[in-house]
């Protein structure tokens, strides 16, 4: 395993493990209680959102079902195009259902805002959606995000399921990323 220099790597910690696990703890009470009473599924967006999901869904009341969708975004590195094509879909039928989007990042918004009217197509109950981070500078479309984490500024960001080049998911912070790394 090559993680001998990985804590090195982060340029700049902006969120601790112990502050992102607060954070989602006071989505989660915003959640359970705009949701008290309804049955709600969770929708996970793979593989970024992982940890958002593990430590969301814990901190919820009740029994909360999740399901997940994988998608592509054609585009040019770490650019998305809004272009999508679906990988995995949901294993469930979510007619008359409550849906939660769960996210880790809306950069641009495009790809969220085209998983959103794909859902929307399928004639839920509603679609909502949660991210941890949001990059308002970074906005292409405007998204209306119910639960949003923190928002940051327009930088690249790993760590917390947040990846460059598939590494640095597993880091338990989020922080920027040191130029030596991509340079
Ligand atoms: P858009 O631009 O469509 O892109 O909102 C959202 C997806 O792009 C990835 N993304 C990032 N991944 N650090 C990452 O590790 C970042 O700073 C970052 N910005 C965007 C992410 O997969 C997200 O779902
Ligand atoms: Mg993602």
């Known amino acids: 395993m090559d993680s001998s220099h990985m804590g090195n790597d982060l340029e700049n910690v902006l969120f601790t493990e112990e502050q992102i696990h607060q954070r989602l703890d006071e989505l989660a009470q915003d959640i359970g209680r705009d949701y008290e009473g309804k049955d709600v599924l969770l929708v996970g967006v793979l593989k970024g959102a992982i940890l958002v999901m593990a430590d969301l869904m814990r901190a919820l009341p009740g029994s909360v079902p999740m399901d997940w969708m994988a998608v592509s975004s054609y585009g040019s590195g770490t650019k998305s195009s809004g272009v999508v094509r679906i990988l995995k879909d ?30 929307e197509s399928r004639s839920p109950a509603s679609v909502e959606i949660c991210t941890l981070l949001r990059k308002p500078e970074a906005a292409k479309v405007e998204i209306d995000c119910k ?16 990846d460059f080049d598939e590494k640095y998911r597993n880091l338990r912070d989020i922080g920027t990323l040191a130029p030596h790394v991509y340079s």
């Open 90 to 119: 949901l294993d469930t039928d979510i007619t008359n259902k409550h849906v939660l989007i769960v996210e880790d990042i809306i950069d641009s918004g495009l790809t969220l805002s085209w998983i959103r009217s794909n859902l």
């Open 147 to 162: 639960y949003v984490g923190f928002e940051i500024p327009n930088a690249f960001v790993v760590g917390y399921g947040l």
